[in-house]
């Protein structure tokens, strides 16, 4: 992008129906985990254990979302968004996971969407945004085939209590990542690892966002439907066939393990020691005429592209990361490299299924070594890396890929995962220890890009 003449940035250029949003998720932004009735999540569990979450942060306050949503939804309208995605924690609403509903969660998220629709903001729903209740997994959680059971409870609970006021929504946040950190890799919550946790949790997932997919169009007259991945390019370090082969691999399990099976074409068939065994693994199940549906959209959540090389030290997949470091680009503070041409290349990937009729990038955002100094928070280098990625955003746009609505990750510096408190992603700074917001100078860059000439 850097060698092309740059057409101007301008909001006009992406059309007046295009959905400006930033967005969050229940167990990174509410806190209040022992309040209104709510049941423990994995999260709450997973914190608790030494060494899992940098600089020892818990989820149990986070933004105070919970009590403080007004005041945020405020700010969302204020810095010139039109729409607000976020997650309904499902231990709020389902304290064991099934069974009665908990009547002041669902009140509270009445409550949440109806400040919203006030306030002229557009509500985004993600169903599950990786907070599962505890009790499941003491069930076993996503590698149990009884979330064939729970899963539609939970979404059809939403969907009876919602659907009156929102019409969009989205299934399942980032498949591939919650599986593979938490079930396969023990990075995230729960903790579990190896394959045996990986292939099942992986089956489950696919099929749970076909069926809610389904339970959402029978149930919610006029829904526009969606469901997210991440994703991203992945680009093999040299021309060497070896190089070449183990990116193909890579790009399998990071782009292609959860969208294709959606769009009718099962799991990436080509030779694949890990794909056969997943396929084999889950076999006897018999259930694969239950993973395609035809969503509204789909939502791309894009960083940075992943540049891999063949490593025969790793099993199965026989790839490494050559990490942004080693190669001397750009990055944020977390190491990812910036880089918009990623994001406008996957972007054209996904396009090219033909069966995608519509996308989203329902996350996109970067984490920067933020400070308040004298009541201001300068931060240049993320507003220069949302200049580079709206750009590709525009350029696909121009050429022909359907996208419709741009999410912000996030609003509020959060509780970023393991990462704890130490990765700041808002446009608004966050002081944990006050809950103090202070927007932050990419937030005001936004208030005046959004406003009308």
């Given at each position: 992008m850097a060698n092309e003449p740059l057409k101007p940035l301008t909001v006009k250029s992406f059309g007046k129906d295009f959905a400006w949003g930033v967005a969050i998720a229940a167990a990174q932004n509410e806190g209040a985990y022992n309040e209104g009735g709510r049941g423990l999540s994995i999260w709450d569990a997973y914190a608790r254990r030494q060494g899992t979450i940098r600089g020892g942060g818990k989820p149990f306050v986070a933004c105070d979302f919970y009590h403080r949503y007004k005041e945020d939804l405020l700010l969302t309208k204020a810095l010139g968004f039109n729409s607000f995605r976020f997650s309904i924690s499902w231990s709020r609403v389902l304290p064991d996971g099934s069974g009665r509903p908990n009547k002041d969660g669902l009140r509270y998220y009445h409550d949440v969407i109806d400040e919203c629709l006030r306030l002229g903001l557009e509500p985004f729903v993600t169903i599950y945004?990786?907070?599962?209740?505890?009790?499941?997994?003491?069930?076993?959680?996503?590698?149990?085939?009884?979330?064939?059971?729970?899963?539609?409870?939970?979404?059809?609970?939403?969907?009876?209590?919602?659907?009156?006021?929102?019409?969009?929504?989205?299934?399942?946040?980032?498949?591939?990542?919650?599986?593979?950190?938490?079930?396969?890799?023990?990075?995230?919550?729960?903790?579990?690892?190896?394959?045996?946790?990986?292939?099942?949790?992986?089956?489950?997932?696919?099929?749970?966002?076909?069926?809610?997919?389904?339970?959402?169009?029978?149930?919610?007259?006029?829904?526009?439907?969606?469901?997210?991945?991440?994703?991203?390019?992945?680009v093999p370090y040299t021309n060497r066939t070896e190089d070449v082969q183990a990116a193909a691999r890579v790009d399998i399990l990071l782009n292609r393990l959860f969208v294709e099976p959606a769009l009718g074409k099962g799991y990436p068939s080509e030779s694949f020691r890990l794909i056969e065994r997943l396929e084999l693994y889950n076999k006897s199940w018999k259930y694969t005429e239950r993973m395609p549906f035809q969503f509204d959209y789909i939502g791309l959540q894009n960083y940075f592209p992943v540049v891999v090389r063949f490593n025969r030290l790793i099993p199965m997949v026989q790839a490494s990361e050559v990490k942004p470091y080693y190669r001397r680009?750009?990055?944020?503070?977390?190491?990812?490299?910036?880089?918009?041409?990623?994001?406008?290349?996957?972007?054209?990937?996904?396009?090219?299924?033909?069966?995608?009729?519509?996308?989203?990038?329902?996350?996109?955002?970067?984490?920067?070594?933020?400070?308040?100094?004298?009541?201001?928070?300068?931060?240049?280098?993320?507003?220069?890396?949302?200049?580079?990625?709206?750009?590709?955003?525009?350029?696909?746009?121009?050429?022909?890929?359907?996208?419709?609505?741009?999410?912000?990750w996030t609003l509020t510096d959060n509780f970023e995962w393991s990462e704890g408190y130490k990765a700041r992603f808002g446009l608004v700074y966050l002081d944990h220890a006050t809950q103090l917001r202070t927007i932050k100078d990419s937030g005001y860059w936004f208030r005046d890009f959004l406003s009308p000439a």
């Open positions: 945004h990786w907070d599962l209740p505890l009790a499941l997994q003491k069930e076993g959680g996503w590698t149990s085939f009884k979330m064939m059971r729970w899963f539609p409870r939970f979404v059809t609970l939403c969907a009876e209590e919602f659907g009156d006021k929102v019409k969009n929504w989205i299934v399942l946040n980032e498949p591939a990542a919650f599986t593979a950190l938490g079930y396969m890799l023990g990075r995230h919550a729960p903790g579990l690892t190896g394959l045996d946790n990986f292939f099942p949790a992986v089956h489950n997932a696919v099929l749970a966002q076909s069926q809610g997919g389904r339970i959402l169009r029978d149930l919610v007259p006029n829904a526009r439907i969606g469901t997210t991945f991440s994703c991203s390019e992945v680009v750009p990055r944020t503070a977390m190491g990812w490299e910036i880089n918009g041409d990623g994001l406008a290349n996957i972007l054209r990937r996904f396009w090219k299924y033909g069966a995608v009729k519509e996308i989203m990038v329902t996350e996109n955002g970067a984490a920067f070594k933020d400070a308040v100094v004298g009541g201001r928070v300068r931060d240049e280098e993320r507003i220069a890396f949302f200049k580079e990625y709206l750009r590709a955003v525009q350029k696909v746009r121009e050429e022909g890929v359907n996208v419709t609505g741009y999410f912000v």
